[in-house]
């Protein structure tokens, strides 16, 4: 199960890098959102893939026996998805902010790009 995983993440990390060497703003964000859904599949697949036992301790034991899936990379992917969502949304609207004064996406004309005079201060 872990080698196709692996292949996945690095797929995912290869168009992920791909993306965000482009000079379109919009592609640099997608990229930096599949870099951030590759991580957080490599903290899953890292914290041990099973269905066999649930990640709790019976009553009497002082630890789980067995084979068990780990919680904590769970939890840790969950609060990195939110995170990241609310990020990818502020960016985008960052971006388009900087298309609505600048006229562009394209970050090599941005430092060349002279703002509409009604979004000058």
Do not use: C
Request: proline letters at 7%.
């Amino acid at each position: 199960m872990e080698a196709p995983l692996a292949l996945l993440i690095g797929l995912l990390t290869g168009v992920a890098t791909w993306l965000m060497l482009s000079r379109n703003l919009i592609r640099l964000l997608l990229g930096f959102a599949v870099l951030g859904n590759a991580v957080n599949l490599l903290i899953f697949t890292a914290g041990r893939l099973t269905r066999d036992v649930p990640p709790i301790v019976p009553a009497g034991a002082q630890a789980i026996e067995g084979a068990f899936a780990n919680p904590l990379p769970q939890a840790l992917v969950l609060t990195a998805i939110v995170i990241g969502f609310g990020l990818l949304a502020f960016a985008l609207v960052l971006a388009w902010q900087a298309y609505v004064r600048l006229g562009t996406i394209r970050t090599d004309e941005m430092r060349e790009a002279e703002p509409p005079e009604e979004a000058k201060p």
